[in-house]
Structure formats: structure tokens, C-alpha cells
């Protein structure tokens, strides 16, 4: 099983360009989330879903869009890219109940210039 | 709403020492635990979970009791290793609300 499958690994973005962070996986899993990771932050959540066609926003929405038109995939798109926007993007998935961890991407390091 | 609060880093400690890393949560109900770790470069994985109180999870020698009385999950290892060295965090996941809360990471260095 691969699992949780994030492309790119690195990407470099001008400011004011657009760009989609891809997400996918193959563990039939319900929910799938965005976090991104900043020195001293932790992790912050950025749009999740429940199920195909569900979507919500996290703590941090805006300049993200998402979209869930399968189960297996989970794309996040940056709108118009900002410097504040440089950071780590990891994706991960999970069953329904709060019994179960959530899998890891191994991320996308972003940094807009 | 949901929190974790987790001990502040970083942390350093020699090679067979004992650690513990400290974390406290809120929560209404009784949420799902757990630590996940990650090494330099890497995503997170899950280290290790516990799903109701006086649960104890544990792998890899690190263990973790689940005490709903004082709201805690704090992390022990017995003998650390240079292969430990790592940012831990901690989190919940609860009932009806099954976004992972996430404490902010303590970074661990093991020297030899």
C-alpha cells in the first residue's frame, strides 16, 4: 500500500501565482485533512472532509481552496500564492470513529517568493 | 472547544536517560489519545494511542496512560537513544468532532 501520497515534495511559487497541492490515498478512508506546519506553530488545520462531496473550513481557510470529488483524492489549491503561505503542507486520512489515527503524507514544502 | 497543551522544548538529554514529555488535554467526553512523532524531514507517524481512560498505549518503549482525573497523556520512555532524537506531539480526537487537535511539538535531542 503507498497510503498517503502528496506531490510535489518541494515547490517554489512567485507571489500571485496560483498552484494545487496534490493529496492522495489509497486506504479507502472517509477523512482526509490539510494541515500546514510552521517553526514554533505545531500543526494548523486548513480544510478537512468528512466524505466525497464534504468539505470545511480549519482554523486557517483563507487563501485555500479544497475539493473532494472522490474518496481517493483530496487537491488543495492556493488561490494567489503569498509569502505567509511558505511552509510545510501535509495531507493525511483516516477512518470514521476517533479511535483511529490519522495517516500521514510525507509533505510539501512550499516557499513563495 | 478541544485542546492540547503540551510541554515546552526543546528537550536534551543524554543516552539512557529517562524522559517523560508532558501533555494535558481539554475535551468534552471522552476522546481518543495519542502521540506521533516525527524525524527530521518526514511526516508524522503515529507512535502510539489510547481510547479511554487508564488505557495504556505503548510501543517502540515508549509508553503513555491514558488519566482521565488529572486529563493527561504524558510520554516516558525508560532508556532514550540517539535514534529518538525527533519533534513528539501530542493530540485528541473526539467524539462527534473527529478533527485531530494537536499539541504544538516538543523537539527531543539525544546525545551520545
Known amino acids: 500500500n503507498a497510503g498517503v501520497t502528496q506531490t510535489p515534495k518541494f515547490q517554489v511559487l512567485k507571489t500571485g501565482q496560483s498552484m494545487t497541492l496534490q493529496c492522495a490515498q489509497d486506504m479507502n478512508h472517509e477523512y482526509m485533512s490539510w494541515y500546514r506546519q510552521d517553526p514554533g506553530m505545531g500543526l494548523r488545520l486548513i480544510h478537512y472532509s468528512v466524505g466525497a462531496g464534504i468539505t470545511d473550513q480549519g482554523e486557517v481557510p483563507n487563501g485555500y481552496n479544497v475539493s473532494r470529488s472522490t474518496t481517493e483524492d483530496f487537491p488543495l489549491r492556493l488561490l494567489s500564492a503569498a509569502p505567509s503561505q511558505t511552509s510545510v503542507y501535509f495531507c493525511a486520512s483516516s477512518p470514521r470513529g476517533k479511535d483511529y489515527g490519522y495517516t500521514f503524507g510525507s509533505g510539501t514544502r512550499l516557499t513563495v517568493v | ?112
Open chain 2, 1 to 112: 472547544g478541544n485542546s492540547v497543551t503540551q510541554m515546552e522544548g526543546p528537550v536534551t538529554l543524554s543516552e539512557e536517560a529517562f524522559l517523560t514529555i508532558n501533555c494535558t488535554y481539554t475535551a468534552t467526553g471522552y476522546p481518543s489519545l495519542f502521540w506521533y512523532v516525527q524525524y527530521p524531514g518526514e511526516g508524522l507517524q503515529l507512535l502510539l494511542k489510547a481510547t479511554k481512560a487508564d488505557d495504556k498505549g505503548s510501543n517502540k518503549g515508549f509508553e503513555a496512560t491514558y488519566r482521565k482525573e488529572t486529563t493527561s497523556f504524558h510520554l516516558e520512555k525508560g532508556s532514550v537513544q540517539v535514534s529518538d532524537s525527533a519533534v513528539y506531539f501530542c493530540a485528541l480526537r473526539g467524539f462527534g468532532n473527529e478533527k485531530l487537535t494537536f499539541g504544538t511539538g516538543t523537539r527531543l535531542t539525544i546525545i551520545p
